[in-house]
């Protein structure tokens, strides 16, 4: 037998990237009327065919809504963090109610944009997985296979 080299590599991907759905697009205040809007348009071909061309014509309109709502978390955040240590700073050198309240509110947007943002990266942690994980089990069954082929060759 020769000796064999495999080179293993992470594949490179050349092609269009795949739509994902982000599920904090659903705690939206619009995304319920978008899909109820589009979802309501009576289809002209078979169930199935209907059912695909529905969340096609979804696409463009969940892309916008995360372009102009969920575009830049990140700075978001980093921005929310700035204001409430502004505001704290104000705080402790003049004390007023005004001040007290508007912390307040800042605190609240700085924890939803983190809960924002937590939901966004556990959710493409989740999907990386699972294609590393789908690799590895072809992987194996590479392996199993052609160990079973070289048995059966025996």
Do not use: C
Request: proline share 3%; hydrophobic share 40%; no cysteine.
């Amino acid at each position: 037998m020769a000796p064999m080299r495999i080179y293993l590599r992470p594949s490179v991907w050349k092609g269009k990237v795949p739509f994902r759905f982000f599920n904090v697009w659903a705690g939206h205040v619009s995304f319920l009327s978008m899909v109820h809007e589009h979802w309501t348009q009576a289809g002209t071909k078979g169930m199935m065919e209907n059912v695909w061309n529905k969340l096609k014509g979804l696409q463009p309109q969940f892309k916008q809504l995360n372009m102009r709502e969920f575009r830049g978390v990140s700075h978001r955040i980093i921005q929310a963090r700035t204001d409430l240590v502004n505001v704290q700073q104000s705080m402790a050198s003049s004390y007023s109610e005004s001040l007290q309240e508007l912390e307040k509110i800042l605190v609240q947007n700085l924890e939803k944009w983190s809960l924002i943002e937590e939901s966004i990266v556990q959710q493409k942690a989740r999907a990386h997985w699972i294609r590393l994980e789908d690799s590895f089990v072809f992987l194996r069954y590479s392996e199993r296979k052609s160990s079973q082929d070289a048995n059966f060759k025996a």
